[in-house]
């Protein structure tokens, strides 16, 4: 099992296109990969009914086993379609979330060839919608597994995280009266009251963690109006805090600060708390990450891995790439972290 077949299964993933909604044909290609390599493959709707499937897969009839390896399936959009040079892939996936979880595939192929895994020692979990707040995971704490260790795929530049943020995500409805913008004394623009809001939660401090900084607002998304001579009826703006720290005072925090701006209203999407993740791998370089995953939603007493090649400041971007030579490093990584969980 050598360096070509990682960058050959990658090359395989990036071309099925997986926006966010629409894993269901990279799910079909992973089952079928998967049990052309001799696994018992399990796709698992995340809802009684639902065409969206997380992809479970093991060897023989072990389901349980000691160590799990994760990623996710689903990218930001646009699809981006791979290009290749001598060093570096890039498109949509490369480095987020397709690079780790080829190099996962890989990694345990060659530990089952070099007859250094058990059956029972190792599962794969693929998962959808982790770009859109982790139903595929969420949905896999319903499949009544326990691990005593799980190793998450996200870009780490190589390193094991020492922790990430958490994330507040809420969204601000504000109201205004439509009225002729010749005359704007009667009426009110929505607008004009998101900008405020927006703004004083702009000027706010948050908590913040020495070991992974400050927690930081942002307004992704704002939309309102019908017309540049109208004063705005109805404004909408999606929000987040990056949570470093103190989750319970930032959601006070912004609940004070929407309450002091008249005609607006908070709707509280999801949120979930910073964490601190396992990093006792020897020799290992670490980092913290600003960027949430999956590993909070999965819940159990395992130990929490967060590892992958390729780097987070070009996920999501029009230049998602990953390094050839770094995706290629990952599959030996993460054969030694899953020899560490394994005999310590």
């Not at 897969?57 to 646009?78: E, F, Q, W």
């Not at 910073?274 to 006792?280: F, K, R, S």
Request: some cysteine.
């Amino acid at each position: 099992m050598m360096a070509s077949a990682v960058v050959t299964l990658l090359g395989q993933l990036m071309q099925i296109p997986s926006i966010s909604n629409e894993e269901h044909d990279i799910g079909l290609f992973l089952e079928q990969h998967l049990q052309g390599l001799g696994y018992t493959v399990e796709r698992i709707p995340i809802s009684p009914g639902s065409h969206r499937c997380n992809v479970y897969a093991y060897l023989g009839s072990s389901r349980k086993t000691r160590i799990c390896l994760t990623s996710h399936m689903d990218t930001v959009p646009p699809h981006i379609p791979m290009r290749l040079t001598p060093t570096t892939i890039y498109g949509r996936g490369s480095c987020d979330d397709k690079g780790p979880l080829a190099a996962q595939i890989i990694a345990l192929e060659e530990l089952r060839v070099e007859d250094r895994v058990q059956p029972s020692d190792v599962s794969l979990l693929f998962v959808v919608g982790e770009e859109k707040g982790g139903p595929g995971m969420i949905a896999a704490n319903t499949m009544n597994l326990s691990w005593e260790a799980v190793i998450f795929g996200e870009p780490t530049e190589g390193k094991l995280a020492v922790g990430h943020k958490g994330h507040f995500v809420f969204e601000l409805t504000s109201e205004g009266v439509p009225a002729h913008s010749g005359y704007p004394q009667r009426g009110r623009s929505a607008i004009s009251v998101m900008t405020a809001v927006v703004a004083a939660l702009e000027r706010t401090t948050y908590p913040s963690s020495d070991i992974i900084g400050p927690s930081t607002f942002h307004c992704g998304q704002i939309t309102g109006g019908v017309g540049y001579n109208i004063l705005a009826a109805e404004c909408t703006a999606l929000c987040a805090v990056r949570v470093a720290s103190d989750l319970p005072g930032i959601e006070r925090l912004v609940e004070a600060i929407v309450s002091e701006h008249e005609y607006v209203r908070l709707d509280k999407k999801f949120m979930y708390p910073e964490l601190y993740l396992d990093h006792d791998v020897p020799g290992m370089g670490t980092m913290p990450v600003a960027f949430g995953t999956d590993a909070p939603r999965l819940k159990g007493e395992h130990k929490k891995y967060l590892y992958g090649p390729g780097s987070i400041l070009v996920a999501h971007g029009d230049n998602e790439s990953i390094e050839i030579g770094e995706l290629i490093e990952s599959v030996q990584v993460y054969k030694r972290i899953v020899e560490h969980c394994l005999h310590g």
